[in-house]
């Protein structure tokens, strides 16, 4: 089946601890996403990817990082710099289109708490 | 920058009732899409609306594109326990390949 898969579902990270969330799509998209949601918010965007080797800064993407070397591939590290890491994690993707009705597709999350 | 106010931000309601909710710019939007995310899991398309004035159905869904460019409007009828999540609009920033998103209304419904 064509989606995207994040992992882990569930993550822990210690304190001074960088840590990895994965996320995979076999949709053919070009851009790809990373969102994230505290309880009771909205998702604000950290970083998005238009195309492979290419990524942008979103909102709020200090103590984050990511790397885009495949197509299929954004993962999105959360490092020792990121005092308030506890959060929902979203990924999304879409075609790269100019016209304005793109869509994003979005993975099941990964929720990140801090131990 | 674009924003996208929604409201209400949570509706508590008996099952069956019917539920409306809006969400509303001071920018114009060429494009308004409504997400469903239940809980612990992303969100869902449900309705993706490209015309002002467009009125769009997906089931007992119905979205509407307003004539401003400047609102949207889902509606959900005859609501049942499965409808309960969160529910959000959101359209493409111009000039730019992401979306901005609403703040969300989180739905409850008693059954």
């Known amino acids: 089946d064509g989606g995207i898969t994040q992992s882990p579902k569930y993550l822990f990270r210690k304190e001074g601890q960088n840590v990895t969330l994965s996320c995979e799509q076999n949709?053919?998209?070009?851009?790809m996403y990373w969102y994230r949601q505290d309880p009771g918010q909205g998702l604000r965007l950290i970083y998005y990817?238009?195309?492979?080797?290419?990524?942008q800064k979103g909102d709020i993407a200090e103590g984050y990082s990511v790397s885009r070397e495949k197509k299929e591939s954004f993962p999105l590290t959360v490092t020792s710099a990121q005092k308030n890491p506890t959060a929902f994690y979203l990924c999304?993707?879409?075609?790269?289109?100019?016209?304005?009705?793109?869509?994003?597709?979005f993975g099941a999350g990964t929720r990140l708490s801090v131990l | 920058g674009q924003q996208l106010n929604q409201s209400p931000q949570s509706m508590f309601i008996q099952e069956g009732e019917d539920v409306s909710m809006n969400c509303t710019s001071s920018?114009?939007?060429?494009?308004w899409l409504w997400y469903k995310q239940d809980p612990g899991e992303g969100p869902v398309l449900l309705i993706a609306?490209?015309?002002?004035?467009e009125l769009t159905s997906n089931g007992r869904l119905t979205a509407q594109f307003g004539i401003t460019r400047k609102d949207s409007f889902l509606n959900i009828s005859a609501s049942i326990p499965s409808d309960v999540g969160i529910y959000f609009c959101?359209?493409?920033?111009?000039?730019?390949?992401?979306?901005?998103f609403g703040q969300g209304t989180r739905l409850t419904i008693n059954p």
């Open positions: 999304a993707s879409s075609i790269w289109v100019t016209s304005g009705k793109d869509i994003q597709y």
């Open positions: 949709l053919n998209h070009d851009a």
């Open positions: 990817s238009q195309i492979v080797n290419d990524f």
């Open positions: 920018s114009i939007f060429n494009t």
């Open positions: 609306l490209y015309k002002a004035g």
């Open positions: 959101a359209g493409p920033i111009q000039g730019a390949q992401k979306l901005v």
